[in-house]
């Protein structure tokens, strides 16, 4: 109990969170009152973002980051750096523009069909272009008998026979596709055409030589102590245009290459050079027989190739000079293991950083919406809730529980882009699915200096043109001390799920991962998520559990995946030997990504209808908790640290209380921490099962321990309460205002209609007069818009941001009249209307009451 002590206590640790902070060229004064702003918010860390600085890595920038690090230093704080002048990371503050030797090699694929026999014919290929350096690497010819894109054996190489620009060749009986694959400097788009290539080790220090490299030299004093690392905003391989579903098989998408690949694709099919050479077309048209073998060999090397060359280094290069490594990848709508837009891997992608790393923006998740697809900003006309809310942020927390180099640690970009809608309900909303998921590191996105500012609200500070963000500094502190009670313990997960990324790489059909995971998550059966280099390398089995660095799981479960790597196909089968129970959704592999028969390699592996998992895992005893009946939306995070277990539990519903008893695998007196208002409650318990209330949206944590005699009871809610009638007057200031203006003749209810455009607090204030205070404890709302500060007599009663709207206030009522003043921030959407704020429904304004007694 040391960790909620110390946050009973206001010693909870602050370097949890590190919002972006970012420049534009402002003046010291405004970059003052900014940092000022952040560190009143409780932050001690920042990360600053160059995006938006036109003078980056040029004489301004240099005073203008010198200058935050010693405002920083001054004040005990501590600085990351975005490390890029463009989004995403990879642009190198365009110094591969002066040097083109380091742009990005890839592949083109171009064919003809021609129909023989026809002797002495020579074929003309198609025109390279000179200026992206084009060659051929392949000329390969296939026989075709089926309609579409369906190429038969091993191919004909035919680049031996190309002299004086044409190709001679005897075109043997049948039709043949001619498959031309060239090697290129040609970009996706023009934007990426001076990016990085992630593939290639020289190509990838260009933004060492270009950011980190002279941020060392100018600032090398300040590394280890005031800075503390950077931050890399989705580098990718950019071989396609922005979508989310560049998977080899896309036929006019470019493909990454580096001269190493041929003999790396060789090592690993077991074949020649030459033969994968003539094999390549695979990676865009199917190939009997060899698809699957020539994209997966193909993929494992690409992101082994990622991992090394351009994560891993810039790792290696920060933990040489004592700072850390930190960012994501573009994971929306499993992008995390393609091509274009993602990295190809989520995992290897990752593995060089030293947090996991995620990001939640452009309205991936939204309130209310657990299962339908939503309209959101991406580049892809919906979000999938089945991977935003039960997939993304556990393969955050799966990388930090199972990797040893990220010490626990589980970083989320947060609330960028949602727009000003968005306000701090909606934000304590997303903070807690993050939390209860295991994410303990919070990149807020974003303070900005500069106001009004279109780009990507909302914007915490806003020059203090934010109402709302005195709130937003406690829920600061919420997300401070939720992250502190929660970490440096060991999270207990009931199953590993395989991360099947070959499976879709392989071009098979393939179960996604979110399908497997949101089965588990309706029915409270905890999971982290394991990669092929954990299963391989880094997994053992004893007394019947699967052990991955400090966590152990029940079972493995493998989504569906007509092929698997035989590497992989063999080290679950060898789990499996040792007492390890295996089941596969659906159904086993069909055989090898390198097509050979499974034998009986998974003898004693299950297959199981996904419909039918839970139900058999539960058979077994493997299920988190026991609720007494079916509570789908409740989510539940558990850890043990020092023998004593600690759950976190939250309604995931925004419409509907949870009200059951819960059965936890855990012995001790229970209690509650209330972390909004840092209080503890001793829980209703009977041994192992404790009645859990949850408003909708509420959050508790549930510890297991110790004596509970001198703790409050839980407030269930169970008392019925009195509605009051009372005589308000109302007042409104917006956030610049100091004083409040009356409102006449405005009465409880909604107020938008009234005030369209207002964006500010709305002051409510009565007189309560009672002939009896003793037995108060409670004052509830009803219902507000959207949030609340409640004020007795003078004294400060805390303030509300989702329900119960309830204030305890024992003890803060008297005989007699007493005063009462309710602060209800209204939303700022209402006044800025701005585009991001389009995707969701601006909450009602004002108290609405019953205002009750109890």
Known sequence: MKKIQQCLNGQHSTNHILPFFWQHGEEHHILTEEIEAIQNCGLTEFCVESRTHMQFGEEKWWEAFGFILEEAKKRNMRVWLLDDKRFPTGYSNNYIASHPELRKISLRYVYRDFAGPQNGTALLPPLLDADDEEQFISIAAFKRTKEGNILEGDGIQLIQNLKDGLIWWDIPEGIWRVCYVIRTRHASNERKANYLDVMSPESSKAILKAVYEPHYEHFSEYFGNTFVGFFSDEPSFANDTANYYSHLGKEEMLVPWNDDIPAILAEKAGRSKEEMLALLPALWHEIEGRTSLVRETYMEAATEAYSKNFCSMLGDWCRERNVMYVGHIIEDMNAHQRLGAGGGHF??????????????????????????????????????????????????????????????????????????????????????????????????????????????????????????????????????????????????????????????????????QQEVCKVLTRRQIDFDIIPQDTVCTAASVAEGKLLVNDESYSALVVPYSQYLPEKVIAAIGALADSGLTVLFADALPDCTSEQRPLGDTLANCSAVPLCELTALLEKQNIRGITPACDTPFLRFYHINRNGTDMFMLWNEDIFSEIDTQITFPAEGCASFYDAWNNRRYAAAQKGSTVRIRLAPSESIILTFSGSCDELAEFDYRDTALTALELDWKVSLRTAKETEFTPLPNAALGNLAPLLPNFSGVIRYEAVLDLENADDISVIALGNIGETAELTLNGEYCGSIVCKPYRFEVGGKLKKGKNTLCIDVCANLAYRERDKFSTYIPLPPMGLFGPISLG
């Open 347 to 512: 995992f290897r992608a990752l593995d060089g950083q030293d947090m996991a790393g995620i990001d939640i923006v452009l309205h991936q998740i939204i309130p209310g919406h657990p299962d339908l697809s939503h309209a959101a900003r991406l580049d892809s006309p919906t979000a999938d809730p089945a991977f935003f809310r039960y997939t993304l942020p556990k393969l955050g927390a799966s990388h930090a529980h199972i990797q040893p180099l990220k010490k626990g640690r589980a970083m989320c970009e947060i609330f960028g882009a949602f727009g000003w809608a968005t306000g701090i309900p909606a934000m304590k909303y997303m903070s807690d699915l993050m939390l209860v998921c295991g994410i303990n590191h919070f990149v807020p996105h974003a303070f900005t200096p500069k106001y009004p500012d279109p780009d990507c609200p909302p914007h915490f500070y806003a020059r203090g043109n934010n109402h709302q963000f005195k709130l937003f500094g406690q829920l600061m502190g919420y997300m401070q001390r939720v992250t502190h009670a929660l970490t440096d313990g060991i999270h207990q997960a009931d199953v590993a799920v395989y991360y099947n990324a070959e499976a879709e790489w392989s071009g098979g059909k393939n179960m996604l």
